[in-house]
């Protein structure tokens, strides 16, 4: 099943009003007028800081989060997505130009450095086959991350990260 959980709070430490959320949810504002905490009681989220699943982004699984500072955020999160279970192969090709152009390689695993594993001097699309993923632009699964459906991602820049250059990707395991 796909259940996931998250509970927002207005303030820190769980406190103020609150509201429970089950699925993607595009703009808190329209149930908190801020929130600076949460819990994910199951399952696992990507949050945002901008409405509509933009800005930046933060994988959150199952814990407490007293404090958005304690992920690295630094303004209230407004937008969050639940990430489905997945159960099967994972599968995603990366290009190092725009619209699938350049140099390509298909990766079914984590890659903690793009560059010195494939000789890619960047990633500027991909398709996602299978599984779900988070790709960030540090080596070694740091720095800024963005979270990866299946789809087609045919411009990395218009997603928001006009500056950010992606240099490791890693599956997003259930576990």
Do not use: A, T
Request: aromatic share 12%; net charge neutral; glycine share 8%.
């Amino acid at each position: 099943s796909n259940m996931g959980k998250i509970i927002f709070y207005e303030e820190r430490n769980f406190q103020g009003r609150h509201y429970e959320c089950m699925s993607d949810c595009s703009d808190m504002s329209s149930f908190l007028s801020r929130c600076h905490s949460c819990r994910v009681e199951s399952g696992c989220f990507v949050v945002y800081d901008r409405p509509n699943f933009l800005g930046n982004q933060y994988f959150l699984r199952r814990g407490e989060y007293s404090d958005y500072g304690s992920f690295g955020m630094s303004d209230s999160i407004r937008s969050c997505r639940l990430i489905p279970q997945h159960r099967g192969s994972f599968r995603m090709r990366i290009f190092e130009r725009e619209n699938f152009l350049g140099q390509s390689h298909e990766l079914v695993d984590d890659c903690d450095n793009i560059v010195d594993r494939y000789r890619m001097s960047d990633c500027q699309s991909c398709s996602v086959m299978d599984g779900h993923w988070l790709m960030y632009e540090q080596p070694h699964y740091r720095g800024r991350m963005m979270y990866l459906r299946p789809g087609e991602y045919r411009s990395m820049r218009e997603l928001g990260h006009s500056g950010m250059r992606l240099s490791s990707v890693r599956r997003i395991m259930d576990s």
